[in-house]
């Protein structure tokens, strides 16, 4: 069984400031991480993912996270954001065998204001 | 359209009501899931098909719940006798399907079920 934790619910930041948004897992196999963003009222999209080889991942937008084995994490951060990134973020995971299939944290709201 | 369709977007039901709601996946995506996401929760995984085989059925919460991919392309969840804590977001996904490149899962922006 798979769990993950997003530590924080809503996060405030300002334009332009930096924003980093922790998500731990847990599981007993091998995973895939992935961030979803759900902008209001539209679905989820995916943001990025980490599948194998560099821990270090990166979106379009400037987004990046980093795959911790150790500490079983995979945070997300961005060094500058937009009044555009205000959204919310969700990490998950999945097995390798059973890619399809994801367990969700329960969501980040990121509120940027100017 | 190019996305993953949900009909309806919004959907009102009295208690003891069944419903049906509808999922276009992306044309040729071999996978199709379904999620519940409850207000102010992440998604929960409720099943999945690979074509029309419906292979994993373990998320969904009682046998009032039952879901249908007969042509292996568009799908129905079915929920019968509604209760109040049915009410939540409806999510569907397709994907290209295992083994054929493609990790990533394609989200519809969901039915938004309400039980009064």
């Known amino acids: 069984a798979q769990s993950v934790t997003q530590l924080d619910s809503q996060v405030p930041v300002f334009e332009e400031a930096p924003v980093e948004l922790r998500c731990n897992y847990s599981s007993s196999v091998s995973v895939y991480l992935f961030w979803y963003v759900q902008y209001p009222n539209q679905g989820l999209q995916l943001l990025l993912k980490y599948l194998s080889g560099s821990t270090l991942v990166e979106s379009i937008n400037g987004f990046e996270a980093e795959f911790n084995k150790s500490q079983t994490s995979f945070h997300l951060r961005k060094p500058s954001v937009h009044i555009s990134d205000t959204a919310e973020y969700f990490c998950?995971?999945?097995?390798?065998?059973?890619?399809?299939?994801?367990?969700f944290g329960a969501g980040t709201q990121v509120v940027v204001t100017p | 359209g190019a996305g993953v369709s949900q009909s309806p977007r919004y959907k009102v039901a009295k208690r003891g009501q069944d419903v049906a709601l509808r999922c276009d996946p992306i044309?040729?995506?071999?996978?199709l899931f379904w999620y519940q996401q409850a207000l102010g929760q992440g998604p929960e995984f409720l099943t999945y098909f690979q074509n029309e085989a419906q292979l994993d059925k373990s998320g969904l919460p009682s046998d009032r719940f039952f879901a249908e991919r007969p042509e292996g392309s568009v799908s129905t969840l079915k929920i019968q006798r509604t209760q109040q804590e049915d009410s939540a977001v409806y999510l569907c996904a397709s994907s290209l399907g295992p083994g054929r490149g493609s990790t990533e899962a394609f989200f519809g922006q969901g039915t938004r079920l309400t039980v009064v």
């Open positions: 044309s040729g995506h071999v996978s």
């Open positions: 998950a995971v999945s097995d390798t065998d059973s890619w399809g299939k994801l367990q």
